[in-house]
């Protein structure tokens, strides 16, 4: 099983709603990955976490909360968003947090925030 | 902060052309990957190339890599529609962890 499944496809909340992002990979990866992607824009990274510690966090604000209760799932917890946060969200999973491991990405979440 | 920088930004060509797209970057490299989007879904490793490697091979896919100037180069041949996709070149970060740094992209139309 070589896939990254997120849920769900579709997102559209409120800047006032509490809403989470799930990502999960079934491939043994040790290493797991949110990006954010606006229209016509290449990834940027969010986090990163490693033997589910987050090792990366690429100063995003404390309304977006990563977590990791397993090897296989990460989590991002939206609250309090913005409109400009609208964008697809996309994980990723490799099989270690080294530069020399390609990236498995999953669908996205795309995210609307109203 | 983008690392690499791509061209041309968009490109579009018959069914059975090649189609070339540069990258360029600006900091010292392990490696240099390449991934493939289709339509705003998630991507797709294509080819990772070492930097002590000049040129990879993958099915229909050439890639090469230039350190002294920094830059590589995806070269698909025969181009297919289902070839329509945007196309990113990506490279590590430092501190030993995985963070890709995308480059800005080249959307590539193919039409039959």
């Known amino acids: 099983d070589t896939e990254v499944t997120q849920t769900p496809k579709h997102l559209v909340m409120g800047m006032t709603n509490k809403k989470s992002l799930k990502c999960e990979q079934h491939?043994?990866?040790?290493?797991m990955y949110w990006y954010k992607q606006k229209a016509k824009k290449p990834p940027e990274l969010m986090f990163v976490?490693?033997?589910?510690?987050?090792?990366i966090n690429e100063s995003v604000p404390s309304r977006f909360s990563p977590e990791c209760p397993n090897s296989s799932l990460l989590n991002l917890h939206l609250h309090a968003l913005q409109p400009e946060d609208s964008a697809l969200y996309l994980c990723?999973?490799?099989?270690?947090?080294?530069?020399?491991?390609?990236?498995?990405f999953g669908p996205g979440t795309r995210l609307t925030v109203t | 902060s983008q690392q690499g920088e791509e061209d041309p930004q968009a490109l579009s060509i018959q069914e059975g052309e090649n189609a070339t797209m540069n990258c360029s970057y600006k900091?010292?490299?392990?490696?240099l990957q390449w991934y493939r989007q289709n339509s705003g879904r998630g991507l797709v490793h294509l080819i990772l190339?070492?930097?002590?490697?000049r040129e990879k091979h993958s099915g229909r896919l050439r890639v090469t890599l230039d350190t002294s100037k920094k830059s590589s180069s995806l070269l698909i041949t025969a181009s297919r529609a289902a070839d329509t996709a945007s196309y990113f070149c990506?490279?590590?970060?430092?501190?030993?962890?995985?963070?890709?740094?995308f480059g800005a992209g080249t959307r590539l139309a193919v039409h039959p």
């Open positions: 990723a999973s490799s099989h270690g947090a080294s530069e020399s491991y390609e990236q498995y």
């Open positions: 990506a490279t590590g970060g430092s501190g030993g962890y995985n963070k890709l740094i």
């Open positions: 900091t010292s490299i392990n490696n």
């Open positions: 976490y490693s033997y589910e510690k987050l090792s």
């Open positions: 190339i070492r930097s002590n490697e």
């Open positions: 491939m043994g990866h040790r290493a």
